[in-house]
């Protein structure tokens, strides 16, 4: 079988994540999982997980995957409505820091990236419409993604 750096693990749920996952994978051919299809992924290589923001966290799906790993070096990174130079965003890095922390992984690096909120989500959202709020999700829609896969290829090379 052919051997790769590392493999790409996401969880998604409106595809911003999936998204970017898809092109890191694409881009440094890495093979790419589905959160729940983790067990397929090889177990003696770098993990790159990919989780999206929720209650200013990983993911639950992710947060658990997080919480089983043993002594892995992962690279995380996480996309989120919220700025990703917020308190907000730091807190969801610590989160993420702790639940490695858990199994003796090392966190070898990390990204965020400010992911579009679907439109269904926001229909459903209880926050109020203010103009910053409306400015930030415009801001979001706005190439974010393009601009985060183009980030997130300057940061990999170092380490892969
Ligand atoms: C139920 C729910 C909760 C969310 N909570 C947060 C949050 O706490 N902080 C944040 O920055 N974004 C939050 N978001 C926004 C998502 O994290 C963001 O849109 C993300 O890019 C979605 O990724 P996905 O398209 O891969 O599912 C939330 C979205 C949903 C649907």
Redesign the pocket.
Known sequence: MHSHAAAVIYS???????YLAENLAARFGLPLFAVKNAGDAPQDVPLVLGA?????GPDGRMARFMSGLEGRDVFFFC????YTDSP?ASRCLAKAQALLAEGDNRLLGHFFCQ????PT?LAHSRHPMTPERAERLNEADVDALTEAVRKAFAVFPGWI
């Open positions: 998604s749920c409106t595809g911003n994540t999936r999206w923001t929720r209650q200013g996309t989120m409505a919220s907000h992911g579009r909120l679907s989500m």
